[in-house]
């Protein structure tokens, strides 16, 4: 992500970003739960990935957020403080999603490329 954010190349980033939260998810042994997410992800590249290009200081933070998530994990934090960071980590970008597309829905020229 962070090589590809170093590229200015925002789309090749959240493509690294979905690849991360896969690897991560992969195990997860409540399908139920992994259905939910797997249908947020692709609920989130139905809407356009134009709005990814107007996201960058989130998708700066989303890297330091991984690699504070993966530290949790390898230092072998408690269950609930990881899982706390996940979900904080997951609410802050449909946050960001939602404000960035809230605030596009008021330029018209970027309105009909969705
Ligand atoms: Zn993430």
Redesign the pocket.
Known sequence: MRAALERMDPLAAADD?RA??SVLCEHCPNEFLLGLVTQMSERLDSVGRSVIVFMLQRTLA?VD??EHLLGLIEGKAEEHEIERYARD?KLR?VTTYIATRTALAGTPSLVAAW
């Open positions: 970003s991360f939260h989303v957020e991984h980590h970008a």
